[in-house]
């Protein structure tokens, strides 16, 4: 029986059967992971509440054939229950998750920096240290900008100009000058654009200090920004835009 270990974070589960449960992780070694954890759903189960979405866990696994089979788990960050016991916490929390495994797609692929941003996101949104709608932006804008779909606020996402500009192409990149502004580009405020770019590069006193239109205004350019290069919709995105 090949064993391995690494620390990872729940992203979904699945029943199967009657007393076992499929999870995918997002590891930090081993890339996404699916594997069984046998008679978690019993009460009696001694790492049941451990393999549960947002768990940051240390785990053990032991390679199957199909799917490999969890060993072993112990607690590292116990999010969960924070999230989950929050309706606007625990949305966003979802559109994270998902976010994640659509752009950590092939199976055992190291995407170290990926999971370093999901477990930094969910640890700030269990712990509230910022508006959970502003970590949202930021997981989503800094995990693109990972995959190698990195916005500009600044300078024209086409031609370089430098900036700052008046118009938003999703389709482009970012910000546009006026010579490469597509027909139906929004026009953000200059304080949205500043918003966004801070969510960038994590300078969060800017971003906490920021008004409300601002964000509205941002969060519904992240959203279509993220939607398009993930070339599908995101389940999950509609009910964060309604809390």
Known sequence: MNLYRDEAI??????????????TLL???????????????????RFGSRLEPFMHVDVQ?????????????????PY???????????????????????LVEAEREPAVQQYRLLVGAVRALATRAHAPGLVLDSYLLRALAVAGWAPSFTDCARCGEPGPHHAFAPAVGGAVC???RP??????????????????????EVADASAERHRAEGNGLVAVFCQFHLERRLRSLPMVERV
């Open 10 to 23: 729940v992203l979904r589960t699945h029943k199967l059967g009657e007393a076992d449960r499929i999870v």
């Open 27 to 45: 590891t930090r070694e081993h890339g996404k992971v699916r594997a069984v954890g046998k008679g978690v759903r019993r009460t009696t189960s």
């Open 61 to 77: 696994l032991s390679t199957g054939r199909n799917l490999d089979v969890v060993t072993q788990v112990e607690t590292l960050g």
């Open 80 to 102: 969960g229950r924070h999230i989950s016991e929050d309706y606007a916490l625990y949305t966003v929390g979802t559109a994270m998750l998902e976010t994640a495994e659509r």
């Open 178 to 180: 006026l010579t490469c």
């Open 183 to 204: 027909p139906g580009a929004a026009a953000p405020a200059p304080e949205t654009f500043a918003l966004l770019a801070a969510l960038l590069s994590g300078d969060w």
